[in-house]
């Protein structure tokens, strides 16, 4: 019953951070959404950025375990990052609020380190592998970072955006057609980008 109602909680907090923001989506009206006792909601978590956190962390163990077995998978480099492309922009699909969430906190929230924490060993993944992969195609530690800042930026930014680009393109850029048309230039980017790591360089040529 105790998890019954914290997941209730939980479902209702997650929406209302979405819509309203965490400033605005307060305790009461949590309550109200998701059908509890106010009380029960301190119960459960001592104060709302306790619960902030906890719709955080658990979009973050959701996607952690998505984006871990693409890039654990078998295959070519090229194979595993076009895996983890088609996952994240699958995970982004099934969970819209997630990313409103965190684009309204990454632009001057009170919870921007704790996002940054929880994004900081993702990208430590995918620097890594690259960095194994390819030890002499980049001249310096920033490189394969800018390469996922690249590719993160292409994807979030579809459903960022995506009020503002449906009327520009004339089309929803969420409908299951545009998100597999933006999986396809996503892997042709990928295709462009391995092609160029790999690619032989002479001796002091800079990626």
Known sequence: MAEDTQEKILEAADALFCELGFEAASTRLIAERSGVNKALIHYHFRNK???FGAVLDRYYERLGGVLGTALGAEGSVRDRFVALIDAYVDFLRENQGFSHIVQREAAGGRHVERIASR???????GVALLRATYPHAFPDDVGPAQVLLSFYGMVISTFTYAPVLAPLLGFDPLGEEALAARKAHLQLMVDLIVRELERPRKEGEAS
């Open 49 to 51: 950025d306790e619960l």
């Open 119 to 125: 994004m900081t060993p993702l990208l430590q993944s």
